[in-house]
């Protein structure tokens, strides 16, 4: 969590040097999620994210410089450089792709989990989503489908509260978002996503129900974002939330409650927590120091992989 934290903020910071020309949506304050689900995941058990991907693609292994070769938008780039910060992905690692259009992610990680089930494995796909996407039809569709054919999915709901600029009060009807599982008659747990072992208990029996062939599982995590929508800056000044709210969430930090957490139980101290930043700055350092000298796609590639 502290590695995704440290390098989405150097983003953050280095935004605008307008390097990066492609948008960032950071996950600074929603991290446990990320880690705590892709914890419970093998390599080979496959991913699916949406715009807000950064946090998904590391928690689950992705290479950090391909990733951010690929939003300053050179060659090394795990896309090539064509795709930036919302289509992220690493075979390697089982991270399928990232989407930005809301909910598109959902029917191709049902479909992963259909192919991982015909080649025989026990094998499981998770697909992340944000609120914003349990208002679209293929939602619906992709657990109406995974439901009924027992798939071993994994719906990630990371609930920020917000689709961009609007609440979820403003949206949806005063329930709580596991029932929509209910229509479905899928398995659905709720849980803090800002503790880290909350979402990786929840997970873990998520992940044992699929690769048991009990099928699928919508997991509900409240979370926080606590920068914008889309970009490097703090927006509380604009209206659609206040100051308290953001305070009274960064308060329940989750990478602090785990260090706290850590230190708690002896397994931290000041001595180790330097150290660590110190490893992992200079990590990030030299990830961005590969991103801004790796050559950009050469100009006789801009029609490759164009289809019409």
């Not at 690692?93 to 598109?104: C, E, K, N, R």
């Not at 995974?146 to 329930?175: I, K, M, W």
């Not at 002896?266 to 110190?278: H, Q, V, Y």
Request: hydrophobic letters at 45%.
């Amino acid at each position: 969590m502290l590695r995704i934290r440290l390098i989405e903020e150097a983003i953050a910071e280095r935004y605008a040097e307008q390097e990066m020309r492609c948008p960032v949506h950071l996950s600074i304050g929603q991290e446990a999620v990320a880690v705590g689900v892709c914890a419970e995941l093998r390599r080979t058990d496959k991913v699916v994210s949406t715009h807000r991907c950064h946090a998904h693609y590391l928690a689950k292994g992705g290479d950090l410089k391909a990733m951010m070769a690929e939003i300053y938008g050179k060659a090394a780039g795990c896309c090539g450089g064509r795709g930036g910060s919302m289509h992220l992905f690493d075979d390697d690692v089982g991270m399928l792709l990232s989407l930005p259009i809301v909910a598109s992610c959902m029917p191709i990680a049902v479909g992963a989990a259909l192919a991982l089930r015909q080649e025989g494995t026990d094998g499981v796909a998770a697909t992340f989503f944000g609120d914003g996407s349990i208002e679209e039809g293929v939602f619906h569709e992709s657990m109406n489908f995974a439901a009924l054919h027992r798939l071993p999915v994994l719906f990630v709901l990371e609930n920020n509260l917000y689709s961009c600029y609007t609440g979820l009060a403003d949206r949806q009807p005063d329930r709580p978002l596991a029932d929509l599982a209910k229509a479905h008659a899928m398995a659905a747990e709720t849980a803090d996503g800002n503790d880290l072992e909350a979402v990786r208990a929840a997970t873990a029996r998520a992940v044992a129900r699929g690769r048991a062939g009990e099928g699928p599982t919508l997991l509900v995590f409240d979370t926080y974002r606590w920068r914008e929508h889309c970009g490097p800056n703090y927006d509380n000044d604009i209206g659609y939330r206040t100051e308290a709210e953001f305070q009274g969430w960064k308060a329940g930090c989750p990478v602090e409650r785990t260090a706290a957490a850590l230190r708690a139980a002896g397994l931290l101290d000041e001595a180790l927590e330097a150290a660590l930043r110190r490893e992992l700055g200079a990590e990030v350092a030299e990830a961005f120091d590969f991103a801004r000298n790796a050559p950009f796609p050469a100009a006789d590639s801009v029609k490759d992989h164009v289809y019409g």
